[in-house]
């Protein structure tokens, strides 16, 4: 369980980025989900695009999801910029 987590964590920091809009945001993180749960496979089937964008559709319509999925993408994007400050910083001392 806590692998999976840990692939979740190290996915989203690659894909999030902070000019995503909530809908992406939201996206990502249910592709993220889906694809750590059932496999990379399970991304390429049929209607795995429309099922993301249902699910997505959901989130983003309802209040309470839609502020718990932007708490989460948030933190994700707290992360990433951070690490392009440390970036940055170690551009300028090297």
Do not use: C, W
Request: hydrophobic share 40%; net charge positive; glycine share 2%.
């Amino acid at each position: 369980m806590a692998e999976k987590v840990d692939i979740f964590h190290t996915r989203m920091l690659e894909q999030i980025q902070p000019h995503n809009s909530a809908r992406e945001l939201v996206e990502k993180i249910v592709k993220t989900a889906l694809e750590v749960e059932y496999g990379q496979s399970f991304t390429v089937s049929k209607n795995f695009a429309r099922m993301v964008s249902k699910i997505s559709d959901a989130i983003v319509t309802n209040p309470d999801l839609r502020r718990q999925a932007l708490s989460v993408a948030s933190v994700y994007i707290d992360k990433k910029i951070e690490e392009i400050k440390l970036r940055k910083n170690e551009r300028k001392q090297s």
